[in-house]
Structures are given as structure tokens and as C-alpha cells.
């Protein structure tokens, strides 16, 4: 059973980056069957796709964060990552890693359990 | 990049069922089979109840499911249980290669 655990500090300053990881157990990240991607949650807000990324590298972004996000894929650490830079206070959220099955298009059927991120100076 | 249009809240006494909308445009969930539903409790990550419009994931429960008319995906909801208290999001695949996600319903069950 595929599990995904996030990483990273729960406190980022304003204008600085923030940076998380997903570490993937159970199963490969080499998988042609499977994206790997971020979704957020403001705190008693709705969810928000960030972006979805490939073991290849192929990756796909919310038009309103691309200036600002890269996700990354480390497949020697069976690992992908969350960069967001220039962060603000509506970027404080709950980031959530995921498997997406197929491709962009596909479901999102595991999930990491999240990690809080406020921004705060 | 808009949100799906979900409604804010349902509810329901148990047993009887309930069904949640959610919609997009041509661009969106009126284009594509690429709709899901999710589960979420509080305090906890959302969980996958149908996807492709009315496909149920291995475990989920036959109470769940999905269909889609136009510009708009429902999810219903039979014989509801207190369990079934929590929020629902939809998502769907755009044009624009993206994913977008519903604000949300919050189901109460009475």
C-alpha cells in the first residue's frame, strides 16, 4: 500500500520560500501510470490543486501560481518537492501531497496526511 | 481559473438520501469523464469516493455514487449514516490542462 508523507517547516516568513517534500513508501515513484501533485487548503477554506509532476519531470501548474512554484522529482529518493517563492499570508494552508492516477486528468486515490504551513513574520 | 460551483451545505436524516451538484462550464466538467469526488472529516486528508464521473474505488461504499449531465456532476448519497457527516469537494480535468477542485459541501446529517 502506496503511502506519501509531507515534510517541512510549519512557519515560513513573508516574501521568503517555501519548501516541502513528499516522501512516497510502499511503491515507486517510477511509475508511467501515476502524477504525483500538491493541493492546498487555507484553514476552513476549500481545496486547491498547486500543480502535478511526473517521474520524468513533466509537470503542469495552477496558471495563478506558475510565476511563483516549481514541483521537482527526486526518483534516487523516491522523493518529489513543493517550491513556492514570495510567499504572503494567503499562502498560509494545509499542503497536502498526492498519487494522481494516469495522468493530470486522473484522481487524486492516496493521499499524505498534510502539513500546516503558516506564514508569519 | 474559477472553482466549481458546489452548494455550501446539505443535509439529511439518516436513512433517506441526499445529492450533492456541482457546476463547471463546457471547459470543464461538461467536456471531460475526468470528474471526482471527495470525502474529507475534519481534521483529516480527503479521500477519493468516485472518479470518471461514477466509478467507486475498491472499499468505498455502493451508498456513493456519481453521474453527470451536462455541465453538471452530482454525487448521491442513499441511506444516510452518521458517518457520511463530513465535507465533499469535486474536482474535474479543464482545458487549460489543469485540475480544479468545488468549494466544498458540508453534509449534515441530522
Known amino acids: 500500500q502506496v503511502q506519501l508523507q509531507e515534510s517541512g517547516p510549519g512557519l515560513v516568513k513573508p516574501s521568503e520560500s517555501l519548501s516541502l517534500t513528499c516522501s512516497v513508501s510502499?511503491?515507486?515513484?517510477?511509475?508511467?501510470?501515476?502524477?504525483w501533485g500538491w493541493i492546498r487548503q487555507p484553514p476552513g477554506k476549500g481545496l486547491e490543486w498547486i500543480g502535478s509532476?511526473?517521474?520524468?519531470?513533466?509537470?503542469s501548474y495552477i496558471p495563478s501560481l506558475m510565476s511563483r512554484v516549481t514541483i521537482s522529482v527526486d526518483t534516487s529518493k523516491n522523493r518529489f518537492s513543493l517550491s513556492l517563492t514570495s510567499v504572503t499570508a494567503a499562502d498560509t494552508a494545509m499542503y497536502y501531497c498526492?498519487?494522481?492516477?494516469?495522468?493530470?486528468?486522473?484522481?487524486?486515490?492516496?493521499w499524505g496526511q498534510g502539513t500546516l504551513v503558516t506564514v508569519s513574520s | 481559473q474559477s472553482a466549481l460551483t458546489q452548494s455550501a451545505s446539505v443535509s439529511g436524516s439518516p436513512g433517506q438520501s441526499i445529492t450533492i451538484s456541482c457546476t463547471g462550464t463546457?471547459?470543464?466538467?461538461?467536456?471531460?469523464?475526468?470528474v471526482s469526488w471527495y470525502q474529507q472529516h475534519p481534521g483529516k486528508a480527503p479521500q477519493l469516493i468516485i472518479y470518471?464521473?461514477?466509478n467507486r474505488p475498491s472499499g468505498v461504499s455502493t451508498r456513493f455514487s456519481g453521474s453527470k449531465s451536462g455541465n453538471t456532476a452530482s454525487l448521491t448519497i442513499s441511506g444516510l449514516q452518521a458517518e457520511d457527516e463530513a465535507d465533499y469537494y469535486c474536482?474535474?480535468?479543464?482545458?487549460?490542462?489543469?485540475?480544479?477542485f468545488g468549494g466544498g459541501t458540508k453534509l449534515t446529517v441530522l
Open positions: 498526492a498519487r494522481q492516477r494516469i495522468a493530470v486528468a486522473g484522481p487524486f486515490d492516496r
Open positions: 510502499g511503491g515507486s515513484i517510477i511509475s508511467t501510470s501515476h502524477y
Open positions: 509532476i511526473d517521474y520524468r519531470g513533466t509537470s
Open positions: 463546457s471547459s470543464d466538467v461538461g467536456r471531460y469523464k475526468f
Open positions: 470518471e464521473v461514477s
Open positions: 474536482s474535474s480535468y479543464t482545458s487549460n490542462s489543469t485540475v480544479t
